[in-house]
């Protein structure tokens, strides 16, 4: 058997491994050339068929260390699997007050993790829509690589 095909499969099966089975969603946009204009909708469809337990949901996002700002204003709409729509405004914070980077940091490229919504129930079965713009008086934000999505099922309390 060839090395690089037994590397394959080792490194398929430690992926599988290394899943969570509370997940339901982490997906990731890319942003075209890392300039992200109040014009971008960065969409997300997420079949949601567990109206019974409780989630938290993410904005997750990767900019560069060249990123300019000390924050970023997010729009959000989500649109529920019968229409209706909830629209909110959030800020997330890229450093802190003293300009040290609140995500993780990895090389040239800082991970965040925002909560939008925590310990919440889906009211309805279906496919909601997540719509992301950003909000911020720049009308093109330059270094912001990507845009993500997570949703995590939390575990019943006993």
Request: aromatic share 16%; glycine share 4%; net charge positive.
């Amino acid at each position: 058997m060839k090395p690089q095909f037994l590397f394959a499969i080792v490194f398929i099966a430690f992926l599988i491994s290394c899943s969570d089975k509370n997940t339901i969603v982490s997906e990731y946009v890319d942003i075209p050339n890392s300039k992200f204009s109040f014009l971008d909708t960065v969409n997300f469809k997420v079949p949601i068929n567990d109206t019974v337990n409780n989630h938290d949901v993410f904005l997750q996002l990767r900019t560069s260390t060249d990123y300019k700002w000390s924050n970023m204003f997010i729009f959000s709409d989500i649109v529920f699997p019968n229409g209706k729509i909830r629209s909110d405004t959030f800020q997330i914070f890229i450093t802190d007050k003293n300009g040290h980077w609140t995500g993780n940091k990895s090389g040239a490229m800082v991970n965040f993790n925002h909560y939008l919504y925590r310990n919440i129930k889906f009211p309805i079965k279906g496919e909601y829509q997540f719509k992301f713009n950003q909000a911020m008086r720049d009308t093109i934000l330059n270094e912001v690589i990507s845009l993500g999505l997570k949703i995590n099922k939390l575990d019943k309390q006993s």
